[in-house]
């Protein structure tokens, strides 16, 4: 099995910046990406930005030049920095990792129990 912590959502101004951090614990043999995806209520889950192992990143339009992914392989940990931040970024913030448990093994994504961010106007 296979976990997925989120931390440092919160409630910060328009205009403002935080980081989102994400570590990844348990049966993990090698992670290919790694990403964040974000949620409305009612909407369907959106893909932020994803990370490979080899560091190639993608973004949303709606974040690129706003928002940098970033990982650390050996901790196997993502995080998101996020500046210039507007209201219409509030959601829930979903980590997620393509893991393979042992060399053999399929490739799973796990998910996170996401994290809340509010921008406030």
């Known amino acids: 099995q296979v976990h997925l912590v989120e931390s440092g959502g919160g409630l910060v101004q328009a205009g403002g910046s935080l980081r989102l951090s994400c570590a990844a614990s348990?049966?993990?043999?090698?992670?290919?990406?790694m990403g964040w995806y974000r949620q409305a209520p009612g909407k369907q889950r959106e893909l932020v930005a994803t990370?490979?192992?080899?560091?190639?990143?993608t973004y949303a339009d709606s974040v690129k030049g706003r928002f940098t992914i970033s990982r650390d392989n050996a901790k196997n940990t993502v995080e998101l920095q996020m500046n210039s931040l507007k209201p219409e970024d509030t959601d829930v913030y979903y980590c997620?990792?393509?893991?393979?448990?042992?060399?053999?093994?399929?490739?799973?994504?796990?998910w996170g129990q996401g994290t809340q961010l509010t921008v406030s106007s």
């Open positions: 990370i490979t192992s080899g560091g190639d990143t």
């Open positions: 997620a990792a393509d893991v393979r448990s042992s060399p053999w093994s399929v490739l799973l994504r796990y």
């Open positions: 348990g049966s993990i043999f090698s992670i290919n990406a």
